[in-house]
């Protein structure tokens, strides 16, 4: 195995992913406790421990491996990010079907259909301050940077760069979907917390692309 | 954090434990965290099922019972419950007649209740209408929010439809009865302190000792705007002149006036702001048919309190004097 992802490298990702929300749980809590009700952190935790332990047997398919990862975060997350993080893995599942292992074409297109999911779950667009506007620039960046023929770990440290950009860029937003838009122009200022942990989540896709190719 | 709990991630599984022992006319489901009225499914009846995030007690789990919920659902601590147990929820309560979801109008809430919704729909064909409560005039603009929360209406939907429910009104009709309050039901709040989710351990945020945020949601989410510390007097015309700008509620059969605590404010002092509330309506040539006072939709141990109005006809009279009893209502049965 050379490039792209394979079921050992999205269960690093799983992995990572889970280990980067246990290390950021305080500081998702402290974002969301500025604009939202400060449980962000706590509910990814809860959420992604439970995905980690469900990986103790590894499925021999992705779209099982993202299924369940899915399935488990419906089911322990609660609150707007379970739904939505949930349908994110789901519809990697879907994307993904029988493939063994997705090059750069086929991980843009997969995590363009999980992007595709979490806008409708969420009825919400780019430029809303939420999870959204650190997952959208990613897929974009993947995308483009599959076409110009970089390989998937440069592609993908490119999509982690447009999402940490994206992330940055909700601090000036007002948000209008979720809790945060409650706030009003008081959201202005606040990074989102939705877009700090789906920076996470594309950075330890990029991490366990590089390390496990 | 001064708080009477064993272990801050224990605390709604511990909680359970306590109404199920507190209440064992009610079921408890363990597993899914769920409060069943013992006597479900009701044969023939239209299932309630309510649920949302923890430290709102009563609400929903202290609403259940004959009269009220059929079942709630109990999220971690301000976190709307999962579609698994909203789903389990809903299978234990039909009785064949169709299961109503009644939804507060929260982002996360509204996504999980529609997600079990699909899941209960295509896994045992029971037939279920799903409700959004959005009361909370302190949201202006739906366009550029999540739009209106689901805050005190909430507790009248729930006793109204459940009588609604036990006297046997099919789904659609039960349903109508939920809309009819939706729409002439409004409610503010305010709050003097935030409160402490017990797993993050601080306050969710901060209020200085000679400051009040007004417009308060329940889960401690900071308001619209703060201002300095009032007396009750204009802290009720704070409340209430939003509400009565948003719809008129003079003329029909009166209304009820709900005056509600947020959890850490005494009672004492919720009867000093009933007196306001009752001034300003009369001065407004609104007539009081009927009253509750106390905390029943609460945000921990936040101190501040809540007003909600609920337009009142024949038939909503009725059904607001329906028996009901459940460990948070309780009349006439």
Redesign the interface.
Request: glycine content about 24%; cysteine-free.
């Given at each position: 195995m050379s490039e792209g992802l394979d079921v050992a490298a999205a269960t690093a990702w799983l992995r990572r992913f889970a280990d980067r929300i246990a290390d950021e749980k305080g500081w998702l809590?402290e974002l969301d406790?500025a604009i939202?009700?400060?449980?962000h952190g706590?509910?990814m935790h809860?959420g992604m421990s439970a995905v980690a332990a469900d990986l103790a047997d590894q499925p021999a398919d992705l779209a099982t491996l993202f299924k369940r990862a899915g399935m488990k975060l419906?089911?322990?997350?609660?609150?707007?990010?379970?739904?939505?993080y949930g349908t994110f893995f789901l519809r990697l599942a879907t994307a993904a079907g029988d493939a063994a292992s997705l090059d750069g074409a086929g991980l843009a297109s997969t995590l363009r259909a999980g992007c595709d999911g979490v806008v409708a779950?969420?009825k919400a667009e780019l430029g809303e301050k939420t999870m959204l506007d650190a997952l959208l620039p990613a897929a974009d960046a993947l995308e483009a940077a599959v076409a110009d023929g970089k390989e998937p770990a440069d592609a993908l440290t490119a999509a982690a760069e447009a999402a940490r950009a994206g992330r940055e860029s909700t601090i000036p937003m007002?948000a209008?979907?979720?809790?945060a838009?409650?706030?009003?122009e008081?959201s202005v200022g606040h990074l989102d917390p939705g877009a700090a942990s789906a920076t996470l989540l594309i950075e330890t896709l990029a991490d366990a692309v590089a390390d496990e190719s | 954090m001064k708080k009477l709990i064993n272990d801050p991630d224990a605390v709604v599984r511990d909680a359970l434990g306590g109404v199920a022992l507190a209440h064992p006319e009610l079921r408890i489901d363990r597993e899914h965290r769920l409060v069943i009225r013992g006597d479900a499914p009701v044969r023939g009846k239209v299932g309630l099922v309510s649920g949302g995030g923890s430290g709102h007690e009563p609400l929903h789990g202290g609403f259940v019972g004959p009269g009220m919920l059929d079942a709630a659902c109990a999220g971690e601590v301000f976190t709307s419950p999962v579609p698994d147990q909203m789903q389990a929820a809903t299978t234990a309560v039909d009785g064949g007649a169709g299961v109503v979801h009644i939804v507060k109008n929260y982002t996360g809430d509204v996504m999980n209740f529609e997600m079990a919704a699909e899941m209960a729909q295509a896994e045992s064909g029971v037939e279920v209408a799903a409700v959004v409560i959005d009361d909370d005039v302190a949201v202006r603009d739906s366009l550029y929010t999540a739009g209106r929360r689901g805050v005190g209406l909430t507790v009248l939907v729930e006793k109204v439809a459940g009588a609604a429910a036990e006297a046997g009104r099919d789904l659609a009709a039960v349903v109508d009865v939920i809309k009819k309050v939706n729409g002439q039901g409004r409610s503010m709040g305010m709050a003097l302190t935030s409160c402490t989710v017990p797993a993050a351990g601080k306050p969710t945020f901060d209020l200085p000792d000679n400051e009040m945020e007004i417009g308060i949601g329940i889960h401690g989410e900071p308001g619209r705007e703060r201002v300095p510390l009032a007396p009750a007097r204009e802290v009720a015309q704070m409340l209430v002149e939003p509400i009565l700008e948003d719809y008129d509620f003079t003329g029909g059969d009166g209304v009820l006036c709900f005056v509600n605590g947020m959890g850490a404010t005494p009672l004492i002092e919720l009867y000093v702001m009933y007196a306001e509330v009752a001034a300003l309506l009369d001065r407004a040539g609104i007539t009081i048919a009927r009253s509750l006072v106390g905390p029943y939709i609460t945000s921990l141990d936040m101190a501040g309190c809540s007003v909600t109005l609920l337009k009142m006809d024949d038939d909503l009279l009725g059904l607001w004097d329906a028996p009901v009893a459940t460990p948070g209502l309780r009349w006439g049965a």
């Open positions: 809590t406790s939202g009700d400060g449980d706590i509910n809860r419906v089911s322990s997350v609660g609150g707007a990010s379970g739904p939505l779950r969420g007002q209008t979907k979720g809790r838009s409650y706030l009003g008081r | -």
